[in-house]
């Protein structure tokens, strides 16, 4: 058992190791573990309801059981309230022939994770073509929708209390634009079941990338629920992964994808030979276990909380 600050930073990381490799299993809590440290960290960065879900119930205490159950009840109504923007856009501009496509939180809730209620979502990302901005706002428009920013690459709205960014890029960032062609993504959109919204999503090969870029490109590595999404993304055995990483290097982002699912693999203490996305994979530079060392480093210094009084 470990001992200090860093023994429930530990015992969270495992927990979301066990998460991603079998979803399916429970959990006993060790002895000695500080729930009132372990509380606000998993709720800080929005992992409580996985622990929920694999913590087993009797070891949990009364007070840390209902600050979970709030943190899942909060997240199963923004999710609700996510699906149904989400849902009502695409019915939009599917009718007026603009394809959309979700991006990340909405899109993995539904597909990646065992219940949509498991991952907790701040706004909706959708993209659109580059140059479907105009019909994209007038076609909202019609409907009663205005947009409440225009940003350079991204219209943002509110739809039922949710925070919509319909993207026109893929990634922010300009220097992580050039690869991208947000035309062949939209095209290559996937029809998610559902039981009540209607939702496109990436095929998980390309989403894949796309995460491996937005958590790098645009979060610095430094978000743990991305981490797991890595995990889970790269541990789908039903995708062509040799042909997913030609696609990434003929984009030219084989080493950055490969870097950031290669670091989610080592935060999370995940072999990479049982992840399927990384057996196909390019080989790591040398420099790589340093780099890994360091961006954990980062990220563990701003994993903790204030402690709860």
């Known amino acids: 058992m470990l001992d200090g600050p ?16 079998d979803s399916g299993r429970e959990i006993e809590a060790p002895p000695g573990l500080d ?33 979970w159950e709030g943190f899942c ?7 609700l309230r996510a699906s149904r923007a989400a849902g009502d856009i ?4 599917d009718a007026a022939g603009v394809p959309a496509v979700a991006m990340r939180g909405v899109a ?16 909706v990302d959708l993209l659109v073509c580059p140059d479907a901005g105009q019909r994209v706002e007038a076609t909202l428009a019609a409907a009663g929708f205005r947009p409440e920013k225009r940003l350079r690459s991204q219209l943002v709205y509110r739809v039922h209390g949710v925070l919509v960014e319909i993207h026109l890029r893929a990634m922010t960032p300009k220097r992580y634009q050039a690869g991208i062609a947000e035309g062949d993504l939209v095209a290559g959109r996937v029809r998610e079941a559902t039981s009540e919204e209607l939702l496109y999503r990436l095929p998980f090969g390309v989403e894949t990338c796309c995460l491996a870029l937005h958590a790098f490109g645009s979060h610095g590595l430094r978000g743990i629920l ?38 989610a693999a080592h935060w999370l203490s995940i072999s990479e030979a049982a992840l399927p996305a990384l057996r196909d994979a390019p080989r790591l530079p040398l420099w790589a ?13 701003r994993a903790r909380p204030i402690d709860r009084a």
């Open 90 to 93: 695409f019915g939009l501009l």
């Open 108 to 123: 993995l809730a539904h597909s990646l994770y065992p219940s949509p209620d498991l991952r907790p979502m701040q706004d």
């Open 289 to 301: 276990p340093a780099a890994f060392s360091a961006f954990a480093r980062r990220l563990e210094g």
């Open 226 to 263: 991305q981490l797991v999404d890595m995990g889970l993304a790269a541990r789908r055995p039903d995708v062509d992964w040799r042909a997913t990483w030609a696609w990434i290097a003929a984009r030219r982002w084989d080493r950055l994808a490969r870097f950031s699912v290669g670091f």
């Open 35 to 67: 729930w009132r440290r372990l509380d606000p960290l998993a709720c800080h960065h929005r992992v409580a309801p996985i622990l929920h879900r694999c913590l087993s119930g009797a070891g949990t205490p009364p007070s840390v059981r209902r600050s």
């Open 73 to 79: 009840d909060r997240t199963r109504i923004q999710g």
């Open 6 to 21: 860093d023994h429930e930073l530990a015992f969270l990381r495992d927990v979301l190791s066990r998460f991603v490799t």
